[in-house]
């Protein structure tokens, strides 16, 4: 959609950042986003430098029916952060985090992306719980819900979010708390992006020690089902500290199936608590260690890195079966050549199913494990291949699955989709706060709850 130039400088007269055009030399780099697979071409790009900036993108969009797109670290894996023809209000120049050691509190601008937050709180030897890339925006990864390796202990991102500072669909800044606008602030905390443009979040940190423990074990693919009953039970017995991960994977030309994860306590308690797992075998690698807890956080970031082609399928299951292992060990024999696919699991429960399923609008507290299949390549060729390969493979997890899904993993859109996120009853409740809040859905670019 063209806007009319009389129309463009009267917008840039009243902006204080940073307007980008189609025809401006910086549009081509400016309009790319994390998955290669999404190439989309806006009217324009914003940057804001802060709410009133926001406010203005809104009520402009608004005046010219201009689709939103909500840009903070880009990371959408269907590509909602960017759209065509409309505009995206990119929040990267919205950066900065300030923490309360006392308070024990992190305020984190729109645009701050994970490794802001963890590198201002892990300096007074503080955490918020996060994903585990650390260049992925941390107001888009907190709206969908927040998983991560330290959930068992101390929950999802949203079961830590204090408040946040909101542009609404009309263009007014509003806040949103357990005290303040509480109805807002329940859908925020799982179903976010319907509702408005977060311009800083307040989060509460927990005291965590700067070294972890943190690695895995390998093992040849033929012995999944015994490493996955250990999983099973280090799941349901092991301490809260210790988040489990299992999955499968191909290494050195062969299919392999991994165990490990993070300990957050002492390296005293998780030499004990890790051993049940670290002697199974004895493995083909081990590379459990001391770290720290930055460097974890990091450890994903050049592995998905920006520009790679990837999509992912994702569930939330009560168990774990042997059956599901061995048919998932089937699916890993049929990625298609020329990529790289592979399956993981979480455990979930502990802090997360503490807090009432009511309580926030995610859904699915009462899972065991988080399990994706993600995939990645570069030949758009293998576009179809690599998404039927995960949609396929996801198919057989679902006799499994609570009702919920994580929507930050979620890629196909449309009514029946969102509703099998949220579950009938908290649907129901969002389709009433979408109403009441952008009852004409100009916030539509997200796992859209319709009003």
């Not at 293998?382 to 679902?398: F, I, K, T, V, Y």
Request: charged share 25%.
């Amino acid at each position: 959609m063209a806007v009319r130039a009389t129309t463009r400088r009267a917008f840039a007269d009243a902006f204080a950042g940073e307007v980008i055009l189609p025809e401006d030399p910086a549009y081509d780099g400016a309009r790319v986003v994390w998955n290669g697979m999404i190439d989309r071409r806006p009217a324009l790009i914003v940057r804001p430098t802060g709410a009133a900036d926001v406010m203005t993108a809104v009520r402009f969009a608004r005046t010219e029916e201009l689709p939103i797109a909500v840009r903070s670290g880009g990371h959408s894996v269907p590509g909602f952060s960017t759209c065509d023809d409309g505009i995206v209000i990119d929040l990267s120049r919205m950066r900065g985090v300030r923490v309360d050691p006392e308070a024990r509190t992190a305020h984190a601008n729109g645009g701050s992306l994970l490794g802001d937050v963890d590198h201002e709180a892990q300096a007074f030897g503080l955490v918020c719980p996060f994903g585990v890339v650390s260049h992925t925006g941390a107001a888009g990864l907190t709206l969908g819900g927040g998983m991560g390796r330290l959930q068992r202990k101390f929950g999802l991102s949203i079961d830590n979010l204090l408040g946040a500072d909101i542009v609404t669909a009309d263009g007014r800044l509003v806040h949103a708390s357990e005290i303040e606008n509480a109805d807002l602030f329940w859908g925020l905390r799982g179903a976010g992006p319907n509702f408005g443009i977060v311009t800083a979040l307040e989060y509460r940190l927990h005291p965590l020690e700067r070294v972890i423990t943190y690695g895995n074990v390998v093992h040849p693919v033929e012995r999944a089902k015994e490493l996955a009953a250990l999983v099973r039970d280090e799941v349901a017995n092991g301490p809260d500290e210790l988040a489990v991960a299992f999955g499968f994977a191909y290494a050195d030309g062969g299919p392999i199936v991994f165990a490990g994860g993070l300990h957050c306590g002492s390296l005293q308690d998780a030499e004990r608590d890790l051993a049940r797992l670290r002697a199974f075998g004895p493995p083909s690698v081990d590379t459990f260690e001391a770290r720290s807890y930055l460097a974890t956080q990091m450890m994903n970031d050049e592995a998905m890195s920006w520009g790679h082609r990837f999509s992912m399928k994702s569930a939330l299951l009560h168990e774990l079966p042997d059956e599901l292992v061995d048919r998932i060990v089937g699916h890993l024999a049929r990625v298609p050549e020329g990529a790289q696919g592979e399956f993981t699991s979480w455990s979930m429960g502990r802090a997360i199913s503490q807090v009432p399923e009511d309580a926030t609008a995610f859904a699915g507290r009462d899972a065991t494990f988080w399990f994706a299949a993600e995939i990645l390549w570069e030949d758009e060729a293998l576009d179809e291949s690599c998404r039927e390969w995960a949609r396929a493979a996801l198919a057989d997890a679902q006799p499994y699955a609570t009702t919920g899904r994580y929507v930050n993993d979620v890629v196909e859109t449309g009514v029946d989709v969102v509703r099998s996120v949220y579950g009938d009853a908290k649907y129901k409740r969002l389709v009433a706060l979408k109403r009441a809040w952008d009852p004409d859905n100009v916030l539509r670019l997200n796992q859209n709850i319709t009003p």
